[in-house]
């Protein structure tokens, strides 16, 4: 809706099964939990590094509804324990 | 495999149906006019954030957004946003809405200039309707009068 107005967007988010059916015009997928798009906590080497990558996909997209990824992972070592931590994060909100 | 979210989702909802997502009723498409670094850029955050002198968004169905200065040294970050992940973003608002990381990169070349804006809205919302024809117009004219060339929007 804001493309309609003329400014290409890009959406830098964390939920790819969320992203593939309401279909961004733009995405990029950065695998960091929900909240934590940028990184941890006052890590500011890590959410520059995560805003590089985004913009540094720009150029690439051909046409509307792509999604990319852009190689962010949580953890260096490809862990996904985190999964569990946020999985009931989220649940407490029930 | 990537985190799957709506199954989560659909738990924290229960007894209650599970959130329907919308596409956008036309799925726009601007093409990129200017390269990065030569674009003005603002955030997108439905973090529903403000700075803490501004008005407090009202829980749920609140269709009205903030303008947040880029200028770093206005005032605290504030999340209006209920939703239970707050916890950590709280800690740093930096995490979803990278208004340092942005202003460095307006300092070394990366991008042109910051827009003096950024905005805020809430997500989460069930109004899909109101969004197309409300909410997402009067996004969109505040990005043209900041002149902005590229919006990054961070879900949250």
New interface residues.
């Given amino acids: 809706m804001i493309e309609n107005s003329g400014i290409p967007t890009l959406v830098i988010g964390t939920a790819l099964d969320i992203m593939q059916k309401v279909r961004p015009p733009r995405a990029v997928f950065v695998d960091h939990p929900v909240g934590r798009t940028f990184g941890p906590p006052h890590d500011r080497q890590r959410n520059l590094t995560v805003l590089r990558k985004a913009l540094a996909e720009l150029p690439l997209f051909i046409g509307p509804g792509e999604i990319r990824d852009i190689g962010c992972q949580w953890q260096n070592d490809g862990s996904r324990a985190w999964e569990d931590e946020l999985r009931a994060e989220m649940l407490r909100d029930r | 495999m ?5 199954p ?2 659909a ?2 909802s ?1 007894p209650k149906p599970p959130r329907t ?4 009723s ?8 200017k ?2 670094g030569a674009s003005r850029v603002a955030l ?1 955050s439905s973090a529903a954030l403000r700075l803490a002198n501004q008005q407090p968004f009202t829980p749920r169905e609140d269709l009205s957004y903030r303008l947040v200065p880029s200028d770093l040294d206005v005032g605290e970050i504030v999340i209006d946003h209920h ?7 709280r ?2 608002p ?3 809405f ?1 208004r ?3 202003a ?2 307006a300092k070394d070349g ?2 042109a200039s910051v827009s003096p804006i950024h905005v805020s809205f809430m997500g989460g919302l069930r109004c899909h309707k109101e ?2 024809t409300d909410l ?2 009067g ?3 505040e ?2 009068n900041a002149a ?9």
């Fill in positions: 990537p985190f799957d979210y709506l989560v989702m738990e924290v229960a997502l919308v596409a956008p036309n799925l726009g498409w601007s093409a990129i006019k390269p990065v997108l939703s239970g992940i707050g916890r950590v973003p800690q740093d930096e995490i979803v990278p340092t990381a942005l460095e990169l990366t991008i969004i197309e997402a117009p996004i969109a004219k990005l043209q902005v060339d590229l919006a990054l929007l961070v879900p949250y």
